[in-house]
């Protein structure tokens, strides 16, 4: 009898019958991890005064984060390109976890911004996850599963701020943190169990990660389009979430860590947009879908701009900016996903650095001048600036040739 040669191993792996659960999980993963990055964001101004940091420099407790964030993903996230994907995602899970008891423990300005710097780049894992899981799912279904993974990871995002708002009332900031680092413990051990290995084919022709990160950025009109659309909108989103706890606790709202993490709750609904932005993408409605993103980004900030300090009006008003902001934030980045996605199907983990890298810088920035702002010119310069950031993008969106 003539022996069968063993079948070449592929790079995808075999989910078979328990796709959807494996989704379930990588959407909870994701959901986890991304909430790691913004935990901070509503107790800035508690941890600088706690750490003894001045007011402007409150912005740096976020920023750091992003920062770290923003390294990864140039630097660790075009890994998955090359490297088996399941062991870059259980280190980058345990630096997480090691950061954030880091950060919790320490009572030194330089060591909890060292610490925050590394919490982004281990939290970075999110978007080893997000390309991991369309590697699994047909070509039919990516849009779809793009949109249940970052579901997760949207309700992550949104979630963390009134959590980390309800935790420090009750128990204190660096609660928070203990919480999350023995989430990533469990977080660890459960991926260990479930997680399929996934080997990237090996190309002996590649080159080298940030080259081929820089030539992709200069060829790819789209990739381009999408990056700036995404910019003006996370930097938006970071300048209002970093300011308006710093504005709601001020003297004109005098409002309680409890009350900014219930406002905060607004936002949360926004994830609902990320299956349906999937789907808009899957059915060809990506520029519909766009346009209504950076909408809602203006008009979010046109509200928060002329919301009264200390009513009733103006809680309701900023309610409705807040969700419109993340809304709009939710929808623009999974159309992006979606879009760059099929561009260069090999290099997938490549272009969500590069994305990625691109609009977390942003954020990094809009966080630290949002202190920086409304310290000096108050909350209506904050708004202002929000939302010119975002209708110079419309702008931009308003003349494209490419219709994505």
Not at 250 to 272: C, E, K, N, R, V
Not at 280 to 308: E, K, M, N, Q, Y
Not at 384 to 402: D, M, Y
Request: glycine share 12%; charged share 10%.
């Amino acid at each position: 009898m003539t022996s069968r040669p063993d079948p070449i191993p592929s790079s995808r792996p075999e989910v078979h019958d328990n796709h959807g659960g494996l989704m379930l999980l990588l959407s909870l993963a994701c959901g986890l991890l991304a909430a790691n990055v913004y935990y901070a964001q509503p107790l800035a101004g508690t941890i600088a005064a706690d750490l003894n940091m001045s007011e402007r420099a409150a912005g740096l407790v976020v920023t750091l984060t992003q920062i770290g964030y923003g390294a990864g993903l140039l630097l660790v996230v075009p890994l998955a390109d090359r490297l088996e994907n399941r062991r870059l995602i259980l280190g980058l899970v345990a630096l997480a976890g090691l950061a954030l008891c880091l950060a919790g423990f320490t009572g030194m300005a330089g060591v909890f911004l060292a610490a925050s710097l590394a919490i982004g780049l281990g939290s970075v894992c999110v978007q080893v996850l997000v390309p991991y899981a369309t590697h699994m799912a047909p070509e039919e279904r990516r849009g779809r599963t793009v949109g249940t993974v970052t579901t997760g990871l949207m309700l992550g995002i949104m979630l963390a701020r009134p959590v980390s708002g309800f935790v420090a009332g009750a128990f204190g900031w660096r609660a928070m943190f203990w919480i999350s680092a023995a989430l990533m413990l469990a977080l660890i051990m459960t991926l260990a169990a479930r997680l399929p290995a996934r080997r990237p084919p090996h190309d002996p022709n590649a080159e080298p990660m940030l080259p081929a990160m820089a030539r992709a950025l200069a060829s790819m009109p789209l990739l381009r389009q999408r990056i700036l659309y995404q910019m003006a909108l996370f930097s938006g989103f970071s300048l209002f979430w970093t300011t308006v706890p710093l504005w709601l606790s001020g003297p004109g709202w005098g409002w309680s860590h409890a009350q900014i993490g219930l406002f905060a709750l607004a936002g949360a609904m926004s994830a609902i947009a990320a299956p349906i932005a999937g789907h808009l993408a899957d059915h060809g409605h990506s520029r519909a879908g766009t346009a209504a993103a950076l909408a809602s980004g203006v008009l979010a900030f046109a509200l928060a701009g002329i919301a009264p300090a200390g009513t009733v009006t103006g809680t309701v008003t900023l309610v409705a900016a807040a969700l419109l902001l993340d809304l709009g934030v939710t929808l623009s980045f999974v159309i992006g996903q979606r879009t760059i996605f099929g561009l260069a199907p090999g290099n997938r983990a490549r272009l969500n650095g590069v994305y990625m890298a691109s609009f977390t810088a942003a954020g990094a920035v809009g966080s630290a001048a949002g202190a920086w702002i409304f310290a000096t010119k108050g909350w209506g310069f904050v708004a202002l600036l929000g939302a010119v950031l975002i209708l110079l993008a419309g702008l931009r969106f308003s003349l494209a040739k490419e219709r994505a």
